[in-house]
């Protein structure tokens, strides 16, 4: 996923006037006096019903192929199959456009830079920690404005051949976008989008992407929720990410919650070995047409992505033969008030339930977590995890926070997350 820093979005002239005194603010749960010059600077939507309200002019998505937000799609199609960008986009002097390859190049730079710009204390409390085996798990490739060897902003992607519905379609994967903090006002974001536009058509004769976002951006195809299993009460505790009555023992109420599920396993074993992916795509290849948007893969693409260094698989067993599989990524998540204070983050990502029961894989995942010592489980409502996140025994939250995902120049009627088996 990735979250966008930075817009170019203009506000209304009686907005501007009605809310001189009192400035919406994140989740419009904090009132505050700002001057309103710029309301962007402060406040974004969340929802449509917000961005009516607040009559948000989309001034530059408006500009791309999107459904925009008066319009209701009643087909799933490409929007503009004749679409054609043939103006390169320069960037703003004296940045410099660099590429790169987040699997063979260096990437240490990238990292510092996110981790520094990134998370913002002032919109959430906790952030993520990016290290290199992450980006160069989640992203192939990356764009980057560059100035004497600095960075002013990245764009990092990854290109999959993805299945909507019933036909399958070559799409750039937006993944993270991160601008400076000092550049943020500076046109940057339509800039390097753009110019990412470009060379996709250009380069590789892709016409079609998706992204998701944190804020509404005209017309999401579907919204996600988070959820939350704390496996470490005390650590939790301890980090301010969730607050437990001081009458109560934080790892008594941590040992009465993990023993809802106990410590035994069904025969799961960590798969590491490269000759098992093919056994593990036949399973996926199996499960996947249950929904009507997933990537496709062929076995050399399937093996890049689920036998590295960084994403955990394991298998589920029935005698000596894997009859499914569930995935897990793990990061540590930091408290930005006192960066000291970390959470060990375990998070759900692909799993076959072609005889296995998704609780009963949540229920392993669970505990395979813990095993790897983890403070908490986490993941979204797509796939078959809605049956899991809303059964009392997985104890999972739903997070404040959610996502929307979105695709450019595809057109979508809204669905439920459910039908997704990517993002």
Not at 240 to 246: A, R, T
Request: hydrophobic share 35%.
């Amino acid at each position: 996923m990735f979250f966008i820093i930075s817009m170019n979005i203009e506000i209304s002239d009686d907005i501007k006037g009605k809310y001189t005194e009192k400035v919406l603010i994140d989740n419009l749960d904090t009132m505050t006096k700002h001057d309103v010059s710029d309301l962007s600077k402060y406040f974004h939507p969340k929802t449509k019903e917000e961005a009516i309200t607040y009559k948000w002019n989309y001034k530059y998505f408006n500009t791309l192929p999107i459904i925009k937000i008066d319009d209701t799609p009643i087909m799933n199609n490409i929007i503009n199959p004749n679409i054609n960008i043939d103006k390169d986009v320069e960037m703003i002097k004296p940045y410099e456009w660099k590429h790169v390859n987040m699997k063979y190049d260096n990437i240490d730079g990238i990292t510092l830079f996110m981790n520094k710009n990134y998370n913002d204390k002032n919109n959430s409390k906790f952030g993520m920690i990016f290290t290199n085996n992450y980006l160069s798990w989640v992203c192939d490739y990356g764009l980057l404005a560059m100035s004497n060897g600095k960075i002013g902003a990245v764009l990092l992607y990854n290109i999959t051949n993805t299945q909507l519905y019933k036909k399958s379609h070559n799409m750039s994967n937006v993944k993270h976008i991160c601008i400076h903090k000092k550049l943020r006002e500076k046109q940057i974001f339509s800039r390097i989008v753009d110019k990412h536009i470009y060379e996709m058509q250009t380069m590789y004769n892709i016409k079609l992407g998706s992204f998701v976002t944190p804020v509404y951006i005209p017309t999401p195809v579907s919204k996600l929720s988070y959820y939350y299993r704390p496996i470490n009460y005390d650590g939790l505790c301890k980090t301010e990410f969730i607050v437990v009555d001081e009458s109560k023992n934080a790892k008594k109420i941590d040992s009465e919650i993990y023993e809802v599920f106990g410590t035994k396993q069904a025969n799961v074993k960590q798969i590491t070995d490269k000759n098992q992916m093919n056994k593990l795509l036949e399973l996926y290849d199996e499960y996947k047409d249950k929904y009507n948007i997933y990537d496709n893969y062929d076995l050399d693409t399937f093996t890049k992505v689920f036998n590295n260094e960084y994403l955990k698989v394991y298998g589920i067993y029935e005698d000596d033969n894997i009859v499914d599989f569930y995935t897990m990524y793990e990061y540590d998540m930091i408290n930005l008030i006192d960066n000291e204070k970390t959470i060990k983050t375990s998070m759900m990502y692909i799993y076959t339930s072609n005889i296995t029961t998704p609780l009963m894989i949540f229920k392993n995942a669970i505990i395979s977590a813990k095993k790897n010592g983890m403070d908490m489980i986490m993941c979204n409502d797509t796939c078959e995890n809605i049956d899991v996140l809303y059964d009392n025994l997985s104890r999972f939250t739903k997070g404040k926070n959610g996502s929307y995902v979105n695709f450019y120049n595809w057109a979508n009627t809204e669905m439920l997350p459910n039908q997704l088996f990517k993002f």
